[in-house]
């Protein structure tokens, strides 16, 4: 089996991920399967997904909805705006949440399009993060495995790899 093979997946980055591709690969619904991101792995939110919609192509903008149950089983929605600048996405919130923004960017994806690694920057009010979000609907087999052999792929360290926990079911 060659570097990069899991299986008979063989992972590489979409490259490049401008603004064309982004539009592409984004748009739909993605479940959370491994995050070090205190919001999804205190407990107090489950099963987070988010769902992009493109607004434009060119600026990219997508439309965000970040869903999650929480403690009491409610579903619970985070709605936003991504607005592609230079190589990140800049959200803004809605609502009471319009004045928080907040930056993050695809680090890597696997060539269909079925997962992809995305780095938060610390904001006002969050943590730096990285999730990985697998496309509704979705089945990758071993996906842990397939991440921890490509991890360069997903523009993931070593350390980065160890410092994420694994969610046992992506919603969708």
Do not use: C, Q
């Not at 399967?33 to 107090?44: C, L, Q, R």
């Not at 009491?72 to 607005?83: A, L, Q, R, S, Y």
């Not at 696997?110 to 997962?115: A, Y």
Request: proline share 5%; hydrophobic share 40%.
């Amino acid at each position: 089996m060659r570097a990069g093979e899991v299986g008979a997946t063989v992972v590489s980055v979409r490259a490049p991920l401008n603004e064309s591709t982004l539009a592409e690969l984004l748009p739909g619904s993605w479940g959370i399967a491994a995050t070090n991101f205190p919001m999804w792995i205190s407990g107090e939110r489950t099963n987070p997904s988010f769902t992009y919609e493109l607004v434009s192509a060119s600026p990219l903008v997508l439309a965000d909805d970040v869903s999650y149950l929480d403690a009491e089983g409610v579903e619970k929605h985070i709605i936003g705006t991504d607005t592609l600048k230079n190589d990140e996405f800049v959200w803004r919130g809605k609502g009471v949440l319009r004045i928080v923004k907040s930056h993050w960017h695809v680090a890597g994806a696997n060539d269909d399009g079925t997962v992809a690694a995305i780095r938060f920057s610390k904001s006002a009010v969050t943590p730096a993060g990285i999730d990985i979000i697998v496309k509704t609907a979705t089945h990758v087999p071993e996906l842990r495995a397939l991440i921890a052999r490509s991890t360069e792929l997903f523009g993931l360290s070593p350390e980065d790899f160890g410092s994420l926990t694994w969610l046992t079911t992506p919603r969708g």
